[in-house]
């Protein structure tokens, strides 16, 4: 197991490769009540032992997104009410990052915030959802709107919970491993090279490795920068596009698949401007595609998305803003990009 900190509002560690169940037994020996937040789907496996004191409560929550909502959040207010839950009592959530999102909210909303842990259970949610502090739910004008930071006491990750994944949800995940690649580790890049679905989600050793470099990446990035500013905005990289598609697609494509063709626009970007050499942008779509992560978007759709472009968090005022690498490894921003050249770079990625 490997242990890597996160310095946040406190600091907490990601356990890297631990199990569960363990761990969770050891860290809260001080908590009399304890609340599991899951799906119905992970029930049989979320059953937690511990000590004859401890009461545990299981909060079970709609699938995907719908445990996003509104209406879920205030049932678990209630149920956290009906159970008795105090400022002394733990939540945890169990599951992809959906999951952890609302469980993260309602820990942080709950007698204005209690402790909670974070047990990943998809890739996704590994490398990404549970490490940073960003709990929330969606709102009726968009996804993740209402939200607070309120980082977990602990990141418990046991890959044992990927067998169970669906190769969708694994490369999807995988998206934001390789976007940590180009922005940080080139060894994440060695890691992949040559591997598709099939042997990487044979080789467990590998998945570990990927997953904990990934982890470091994002826990020293948000440890730098914990409520985001330029520092924590390369883990943005390909999500200026990415999200576009996502909110085009009618989040109909997974987080990871959207970003995957945002990842190959923005390598096609820096190519355009001169930043970046063109066996890197090829890099890009090769170790994408291996994983059968989409890299191109329909021709017709540009239109409708250069107005979500605008729409994204990242731009400020009336400048479009893009996460760039000049090589693995160097990012920096790109700003004031004209349309033809966004309109070049889209050209490049769609069919
Ligand atoms: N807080 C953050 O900083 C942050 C960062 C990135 C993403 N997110 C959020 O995370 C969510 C996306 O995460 P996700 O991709 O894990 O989505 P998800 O939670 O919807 O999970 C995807 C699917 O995989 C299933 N699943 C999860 N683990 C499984 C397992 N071990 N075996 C079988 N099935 C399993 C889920 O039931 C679901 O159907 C979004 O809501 C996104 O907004 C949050």
């Known amino acids: 197991m490997k ?17 569960w169940k363990t761990e969770i037994l050891r860290l809260s020996s001080a908590n009399s009540r304890i609340g599991v937040i899951h799906t119905k789907e992970m029930r049989e496996k979320v059953q937690i032992e511990t000590r004859s004191d401890t009461q545990v409560y299981y909060f079970e929550v709609p699938d995907g997104e719908e445990a996003k909502s509104f209406e879920n959040i205030c049932r678990l207010w209630s149920l956290l009410g009906e159970s008795g839950f105090t400022r002394t009592d733990l939540l945890v959530g169990i599951g992809g990052g959906a999951v952890t999102d609302v469980a993260g909210f309602a820990a942080a909303s709950w007698l204005r915030g209690i402790e909670w842990i974070a047990v990943p259970t998809s890739v996704a949610g590994m490398v990404d959802a549970s490490i940073g ?5 969606n709102s009726e004008y968009g996804k993740n709107l209402v939200g607070a930071f309120h980082s977990p006491s602990a990141v ?3 890959t044992t919970w990927l067998h169970t994944l669906s190769n969708r949800d694994f490369s999807a995940g995988m998206a934001e491993v390789i976007k940590c690649g180009f922005i940080s580790e080139s060894r994440i890049i060695e890691l992949l090279l040559g591997q598709d679905v099939k042997s990487l989600r044979l080789d467990h050793e590998r998945v570990l490795s990927l997953i904990e470099a990934a982890v470091n990446i994002k826990a020293q990035v948000v440890s730098a920068d914990f409520k985001e500013s330029f520092a924590r905005e390369v883990l943005n990289y390909g999500h200026t596009l ?3 598609i996502e909110i085009h697609s009618k989040y109909t494509m997974r987080h990871g698949e959207a970003i995957s063709i945002g990842l190959v626009f923005a390598a096609e970007l820096a190519s355009i401007s001169g ?3 063109t066996k890197i942008v090829d890099l890009h779509r090769q170790l994408l595609t291996s994983l059968d992560l989409p890299t191109t978007y329909p021709r017709s759709a540009w239109n409708e998305l250069l107005p979500l472009l605008s729409l994204d968090k990242k731009t400020r005022g009336s400048t479009l803003r893009f996460v760039a690498i ?6 920096h ?11 070049q770079a889209y050209e490049r990625i769609s069919s």
Do not use: M
């Open 3 to 19: 242990s890597i900190s996160v310095q946040a509002e406190s600091s907490y560690t990601v356990n890297v490769g631990c199990d």
């Open 133 to 137: 502090g960003k709990t929330g739910i």
């Open 156 to 158: 418990l990750i046991d």
């Open 242 to 244: 990415g999200h576009a």
């Open 275 to 277: 930043d970046l050499e």
């Open 326 to 331: 000049s090589a693995i490894g160097k990012t």
């Open 333 to 343: 921003r790109i700003e004031g990009v004209s349309p033809a050249q966004l309109l």
